[in-house]
């Protein structure tokens, strides 16, 4: 069965850190791109950071550079969203996914072409 698992969300304070994990089974990572997108209530769903499948591009949203990094294990079938300086307007359902049609931020920025959906992640940031 494939299933895109996301876990390390939680509440945290403003200026805080939290890592956020997406764990893949029933198919290999490798051979996709692999995105962190959000939902803040009722807003529309946004595309935090997307990394390619050789690791070698990333994309982030303007509203995450220099907060958040996102990285990949392969081996251990796992994608991460390390979060730092939280604010609130953080606060989201942070969901992961993962596609082969375009390219990394081509799937960030469009919110496009995503096979796989993970179920999502809270996170809430306190002032």
């Known amino acids: 069965q494939v299933q895109l698992v996301e876990s390390g969300g939680g509440l945290a304070q403003r200026g805080g850190s939290l890592r956020l994990s997406c764990a893949a089974s029933?198919?290999?990572?490798?051979?996709?791109?692999i995105g962190w997108f959000r939902q803040a209530p009722g807003k529309e769903r946004e595309g935090v950071s997307c990394?390619?499948?050789?690791?070698?591009?990333?994309y982030y949203a303007d509203s995450v550079k220099g907060r958040f990094t996102i990285s990949r294990d392969n081996a251990r079938n796992t994608v991460y969203l390390q979060m730092n300086s939280l604010k609130p307007e953080d606060t989201a359902v942070y969901y992961c996914?993962?596609?082969?049609?375009?390219?990394?931020?081509?799937?960030?920025?469009?919110?496009?072409?995503?096979?796989?959906w993970g179920k999502g992640a809270l996170v809430t940031v306190t002032s």
């Open positions: 996914a993962a596609g082969d049609m375009l390219s990394a931020q081509a799937m960030c920025q469009w919110d496009y072409g995503m096979n796989y």
């Open positions: 029933g198919f290999t990572l490798d051979y996709y791109n």
């Open positions: 990394i390619g499948i050789h690791d070698t591009t990333t």
